[in-house]
């Protein structure tokens, strides 16, 4: 069975850090490239940042370059997204999700396969 968990969300003060994390299990995780979505109510699901586990390769959305950091730890089949200086603007559930998107696709969320249940990151100000 495929399982995305991630976790490591609270609740934390505008400028702090969470790193949340995705476990893997059920495929073979050098195979796919992981995603981080979030979303905040009343608006759409947008990316976060990418991670190709094969090689590394990584992609940011210019609102978390440079505060944001994705990682990838292929023996524990688990991914973290380390994330600082956090603002109010950053509170959403976050999701991440499994797939092998294009380059062009790597943004959409119709192009992964997998997704895990969301942690909840709130920022207060």
């Known amino acids: 069975e495929v399982q995305l968990q991630a976790s490591g969300g609270g609740l934390v003060q505008a400028g702090g850090s969470l790193r949340l994390s995705c476990a893997a299990s059920?495929?073979?995780?050098?195979?796919?490239?992981i995603g981080w979505f979030r979303q905040s109510p009343g608006k759409e699901r947008e990316p976060v940042s990418y991670?190709?586990?094969?090689?590394?390769?990584?992609y940011y959305t210019d609102s978390v370059k440079g505060r944001f950091t994705i990682s990838s730890d292929n023996a524990k089949a688990t991914v973290y997204l380390q994330m600082n200086s956090l603002t109010p603007e950053d509170t959403a559930v976050y999701y991440c999700?499994?797939?092998?998107?294009?380059?062009?696709?790597?943004?959409?969320?119709?192009?992964?396969?997998?997704w895990g249940q969301g942690t909840q990151v709130t920022v207060s100000s």
């Open positions: 999700a499994a797939g092998n998107p294009i380059l062009s696709s790597i943004n959409s969320a119709r192009a992964y396969y997998y």
């Open positions: 059920g495929f073979t995780f050098d195979d796919y490239a």
């Open positions: 991670i190709r586990t094969s090689d590394g390769g990584t």
